[in-house]
C-alpha cells in the first residue's frame, strides 16, 4: 500500500521527463520479476510478461511523426518487444536481461533529462512551477492543478 502511495506521490509531482523516466523504471522492475518467475511461478510470470508488453505497446502508441528519432525509438521498442516474446517463448533468461540492458541506458537518461528540467524550474521561478493535488472517491481518482491565474482545475 504504501508503495502504491509513494508512486501516486512521484507521478502527481513528476514533470514530463520524469514520468517517462517512472515508466522505464517500471519495465525494468518488470522484466526483473519475469526473470525471478521464469522458472518457479508460471502465472506470476505471465501477469509479468504481460505487464512488461503493455509497457512497450504504451511508448510505441506514445510516438508520433515520422522522424529519425520516432523511427529509432520505434524500431527499439519493437526490438525490446521481441526479446520479451523470445524469452516468454524459450524460457530464456538471457533475453530479459539483454532487453534490461538496453532499457537501462534510456532509463538512466530520462532520468537525468527529467532532474535537470526540475532544477532549472526551481533556478528560474524559485519554487515549483504548479502545484498539484489528488482526491480518491470510489473506484477513481481526479487530480487537480493550480493554473497559471491560481484557480484549481482538472489535470
Do not use: H
Not at 502511495?5 to 522492475?29: F, K, M, P
Not at 524469452?87 to 537518461?109: M, R
Not at 532532474?115 to 473506484?139: H, Q, S
Amino acid at each position: 500500500m504504501i508503495e502504491k502511495q509513494y508512486l501516486a506521490s512521484r507521478v502527481a509531482t513528476a514533470n514530463e521527463a520524469q514520468l517517462v523516466a517512472i515508466l522505464y523504471e517500471g519495465l525494468i522492475d518488470t522484466l526483473k520479476e519475469c526473470i525471478n518467475y521464469i522458472d518457479s511461478d508460471r502465472e506470476n510470470f505471465n501477469k509479468s510478461i504481460n505487464k512488461s508488453r503493455d509497457i512497450i505497446s504504451e511508448f510505441i502508441a506514445t510516438l508520433k511523426g515520422g522522424s529519425e528519432i520516432t523511427n529509432n525509438y520505434k524500431s527499439l521498442y519493437l526490438y525490446i518487444n521481441k526479446l520479451i516474446t523470445d524469452a516468454d517463448i524459450k524460457k530464456d533468461k538471457s533475453k530479459l536481461e539483454e532487453a534490461i540492458k538496453i532499457v537501462t541506458p534510456l532509463y538512466e537518461g530520462w532520468s537525468e533529462l527529467g532532474e535537470k528540467i526540475y532544477k532549472e524550474n526551481i533556478d528560474k521561478n524559485k519554487g515549483p512551477r504548479l502545484v498539484a493535488g489528488m482526491t480518491y472517491g470510489k473506484g477513481y481518482v481526479n487530480d487537480y492543478v493550480v493554473n497559471s491565474e491560481n484557480r484549481w482545475e482538472k489535470g
